[in-house]
């Protein structure tokens, strides 16, 4: 991703006020936003990076003094609403709420038609989402040992579900099926809800998924919480073990939620955005509110230029990873 550097007159924005000496100048004034904002997401409501996003959105309406409104757009694993995001107007009252799969998708998908290196500009990184292995009460096991015990006596018979081909929750499943040796069955699923749905109804036996769409499954009692996947354990389900604390070595990674824009959104509205999601991030209120929903506070320095280059490193790994494994052309 490069982001399209602009350079722009003096700037009026929602929120900040300007000496009236600066009203009597002949450069253009750009006031921003002047009407709603839509905050595109490419899953189901309650999935992927919606949750966020309207807790989000409630925050920035009030920042920018106009409505910021959620929109999902579910379907090929993001790729429909980032494609959707790619061709609309560049003229800063549409952004993506993007997350890993999207930008792995010229590795996993051979028909695309929008590229997100080219096509799309950071704004500001969300947070990071940790990700946590559940079973299903069917499953003949009262601990992760046992679990993992049935698994690997019964080669190709028992299952993991995940939030689709490519997500990250997908390639938790991969990389404990080839660190743990466990022979099941991979199964995907149009959107981590429906895993979970599948594992609490006891269709499939495993599932990986993040732990804000977990919460209500492990609070209502629908699925048992056998391992957190992280460097510590998560604030909402600290009870839950991480998964190098069973032995399983380097299998450790959580997903991570970012607001980016079509290429040639202008620069001062990508400026207005990043500071009001940052002064959204930095409340303490807001900061224990996504905590509790399972989210974690990212650690990336919050600006467009940090972003970007947390997305070149991490899509390069998980590229080769995904190379390794062949997993690849996906329509």
């Known amino acids: ?54 807790h989000l959105a409630m925050y920035m309406s009030n920042d920018l003094g106009q409505k910021v409104v959620v929109e999902n757009r579910p379907g090929a694993g993001g790729n429909i609403a980032a494609a959707s995001v790619a061709r609309s107007k560049a003229d800063g009252y549409t952004f993506f709420v993007a997350a890993r799969p999207i930008a792995l998708h010229k590795t996993l998908y051979k028909d695309i038609n929008f590229d997100f290196s080219h096509d799309f500009v950071p704004v500001a990184i969300l947070v990071t989402v940790p990700y946590v292995l559940v079973m299903g009460k069917q499953v003949n096991a009262k601990n992760l040992e046992e679990g993992f015990a049935l698994v690997a006596k019964a080669p190709g018979k028992m299952t993991c579900a995940s939030g689709g081909i490519g997500t990250t929750s997908h390639l938790l499943c991969e990389e404990l099926r080839e660190k743990a040796r466990l022979p099941w069955w991979h199964v995907p699923y149009a959107g981590q809800a429906a895993a979970l749905m599948d594992v609490a109804g006891g269709h499939v036996d495993f599932a990986v998924v993040s732990v804000p769409a977990a919460l209500p499954f492990i609070r209502a009692g629908n699925v048992r919480t056998m391992a957190a996947f992280g460097h510590e354990r998560v604030p909402a389900i600290r009870s839950v073990p991480d998964i190098e604390e069973f032995g399983v070595r380097n299998v450790q990674d959580q997903s991570w939620c970012a607001i980016v824009a079509p290429t040639g959104t202008p620069r001062h509205a990508i400026t207005r955005l990043n500071r009001s999601i940052n002064n959204a991030l930095s409340n303490a209120q807001f900061q224990k509110k996504i905590v509790g929903l399972g989210y974690a506070v990212s650690t990336i320095k919050g600006t467009p230029e940090a972003l970007e280059a947390f997305i070149e490193a991490d899509t390069e790994k998980w590229t080769d990873i995904l190379r390794a494994w062949q997993i690849k052309n996906l329509h």
């Open 1 to 54: 991703m490069k982001l399209v550097k602009r350079s722009v007159g003096l700037l009026i924005v929602a929120g900040s006020a300007l000496p009236f000496a600066a009203m009597s100048t002949d450069v253009p004034i750009e006031v921003y936003p002047v009407h709603p904002i839509t905050l595109v997401v490419g899953f189901p409501p309650g999935d992927g990076g919606d949750v966020i996003a309207r």
